[in-house]
T-cell receptor, first 114, second 114 residues
Framework: KAGVTQTPRYLIKTRGQQVTLSCSPI?????VSWYQQTPGQGLQFLFE???????NKGNFPGRFSGRQFSNSRSEMNVSTLELGDSALYLC?????????????FGPGTRLTVT | AQSVTQPDIHITVSEGASLELRCNYSYGATPYLFWYVQSPGQGLQLLLK??????LVQGIKGFEAEFKRSQSSFNLRKPSVHWSDAAEYFCAVGGDTGRRALTFGSGTRLQVQP
């Protein structure tokens, strides 16, 4: 079974631009979560989607948004990029996103904002 | 609000030596606890998880962890470390809202000396 895939793996953007990251969950998984990882703040939860609906959201500004498609693939978008948005963005999928479900992480997208 | 503390930022052990990584959590109810490992340039891999029942949990790669409610701890152990265990280790607790969002500790970087 293929794992969680994230595209692109690396991205360089300029301040003020916007970016879209993509995540394809494991086949059969309906829950997709996004995390931001930075050296200063560590791993922080962005949001979680299930059946095309955002179920849970972390403490990030509205510039960070996401969506999920009917095939469970998910995208996250960051508008008006800031230097502080440089980070590794990790996507995780699970069957239903419930308490007993293991989250499987993708390799991440490394975003650099210059 | 829930939180996770990993007091050791960096640990160095000799190959073949035993290992213990510390994790303390703060959570209002019965916690859902996890240990993940991250190798350079990779996503997170789940080592083990604790939801309930036996307080000593066995995981993959020879790791185990013990849940101690009285000490609010969930320390990770391995009796004999291999050079391939060099990585960053994260302790996490399940989220407040349906336990779908994970709160991570700041991580412990493990270096293994030959």
């Amino acid at each position: 079974k293929a794992g969680v895939t994230q595209t692109p793996r690396y991205l360089i953007k300029t301040r003020g631009q916007q970016v879209t990251l993509s995540c394809s969950p494991i086949s059969g998984h309906r829950s997709v979560s996004w995390y931001q990882q930075t050296p200063g703040q560590g791993l922080q939860f962005l949001f979680e989607y299930f059946s095309e609906t955002q179920r849970n959201k972390g403490n990030f500004p509205g510039r960070f948004s996401g969506r999920q498609f009917s095939n469970s693939r998910s995208e996250m978008n960051v508008s008006t990029l800031e230097l502080g948005d440089s980070a590794l963005y990790l996507c995780a999928s699970s069957l239903e996103g419930g308490t007993g479900d293991e989250q499987y992480f993708g390799p991440g997208t490394r975003l650099t904002v210059t | 609000a829930q939180s996770v503390t990993q007091p050791d930022i960096h640990i160095t052990v000799s190959e073949g030596a035993s290992l213990e990584l510390r994790c303390n959590y703060s959570y209002g109810a019965t916690p859902y606890l996890f240990w993940y490992v991250q190798s350079p340039g990779q996503g997170l891999q789940l080592l083990l998880k604790y939801f309930s029942g036996d307080t000593l949990v066995q995981g993959i790669k020879g790791f185990e962890a013990e849940f101690k409610r009285s000490q609010s701890s969930f320390n990770l152990r391995k009796p004999s470390v291999h050079w391939s265990d060099a990585a960053e280790y994260f302790c996490a607790v399940g989220g407040d809202t349906g336990r779908r969002a994970l709160t991570f500790g700041s991580g412990t970087r493990l270096q293994v000396q030959p």
